[in-house]
Every structure is written in C-alpha cells, then in structure tokens.
C-alpha cells in the first residue's frame, strides 16, 4: 500500500534553516509528482511546492519562493524540502502528497515551529 | 490566485440525516486536458487529511457510498447521505486546475 512518512520538523529560530525529508513506498516513485502542502495551527491548508518526476519542473508559491527548494532522490525513493530564513509565519504541520492536481495519498506531517 | 469559498462553514449535523457543503470557485475549473480538478477532503480531529472525492464526482476506493460529489463550472456539491458519527470533521474542497492550487476555509461538521 501507498506509504508517505515526513520526517525532520522540529523547534527553530526565526532566520534559522530545516530540511524535511518524505519517505515514499508501495508505489513506483520516479513515475510520480510530488508535494509539500502545510497547515498551520488551527488554520486551512496552503499548497508550498511540487516537483516532476525526474526531479526538474518544480514550482514554489509566492509565500516561500525563494527561501524553499524542493528536490528528491528517485534512487532512494525520497523527497525532500529545504526550508531557509525561515519566519514565524512558516510555522506549521508540513505534508507530503502525491500528484499535485489530484493530492491523493497524504502523509502523518510533520510539525515545524519557528520561535525565539 | 483562484479564491474557493465554502458554505456553510459549521454544519451540525443529525446522525442519519443527509447533509450538503457548497464550495464555489472564483474561477472555472476546466483544465486544458478536459478534467476539472475539484476534490474533496476529510480531516478528522488529529488526522492528515483524507481524499473521499476526486475531479467532481469519483469517489475515493474506501469511501463509503453515503459521500457523493456533484458540480460543474464554478459550483460544487459534496453530500452525505445519511451521517454517522466517524464522519465528524472538518471537509475541504480544493481546485487542482489553476497554480497555485488552493483549499477552501474547510467546513466543520460536528454533531
């Protein structure tokens, strides 16, 4: 079965940097988009990125151009978000999807806070 | 950006009743491929969101036949046709048609 496991959130300072990682299994990696979407506390949900199969195509909303790149790892079935100057604003539960039109596998998320 | 509104926003809700959400977009939604990418999504309390329904009217494997989708243009329809008590949660549709994509404020139902 289709599997999505975020990992690497946690407490940072604003300006500060993280790196999520997403692990994907049960489904055939390289065939497919993928995506970052977060939600901050109590909030809806924002689309922040996807990125095409082979890695190249990626696109970022206005709110983290810039400061996010997203990339992955095909041979390890993994994706992964590079989060810097990060800002109170970024604060958030970050999920990784599946194909960016149709969002339909999810993973638990992982929290990110950004705090002095 | 294309704005996607939702109606009502707190639904309560009677076990065994139906119950309806209207989620109106700014924009309509044909992609150029012919699809209209209008989803629907369920987040239980303390869960990742969960797909019930995709491009209007399919239903996710899983989903229980009360939940059907309906629509078309800018006008969208998730129903149920007789509630029960997992289906407390807050239901989102979203447009996948134009960049960025975009949620809408999500509709609480509670009973």
């Known amino acids: 079965q289709v599997q999505l496991v975020e990992s690497g959130g946690g407490l940072v300072k604003p300006g500060g940097s993280l790196r999520l990682s997403c692990a994907a299994s049960g489904f055939t990696f390289s065939d497919h988009y993928m995506t970052w979407i977060r939600q901050a506390p109590g909030r809806g949900l924002e689309w922040i990125s996807y990125?095409?199969?082979?890695?190249?195509?990626?696109v970022y909303a206005d709110s983290v151009k810039g400061r996010f790149t997203v990339s992955r790892d095909n041979a390890k079935n993994s994706l992964y978000l590079q989060m810097d100057s990060l800002r109170a604003e970024d604060t958030a539960v970050y999920y990784c999807t599946r194909n960016p039109r149709l969002a339909d596998y999810w993973g638990q998320g992982t929290l990110v806070c950004v705090s002095s | 950006d294309v704005v996607m509104t939702q109606s009502p926003l707190s639904l309560p809700v009677t076990l065994g009743q139906p119950a309806s959400i209207s989620c109106r977009s700014s924009q309509g939604l044909v992609y150029s491929d012919g699809n209209t990418y209008l989803n629907w999504f369920q987040q239980r309390p303390g869960q990742s969101p969960r797909r019930l329904i995709y491009k209007v009217s399919n239903r996710d494997s899983g989903v229980p036949d009360r939940f059907s989708g309906s629509g078309s243009g800018t006008d969208f329809t998730l129903k149920i046709s007789r509630v029960e008590a997992e289906d407390v949660g807050i239901y989102y549709c979203m447009q996948g048609t134009h960049w960025p994509f975009t949620f809408g404020p999500g509709t609480k139902v509670d009973l």
């Open positions: 990125i095409g199969p082979s890695g190249t195509g990626t």
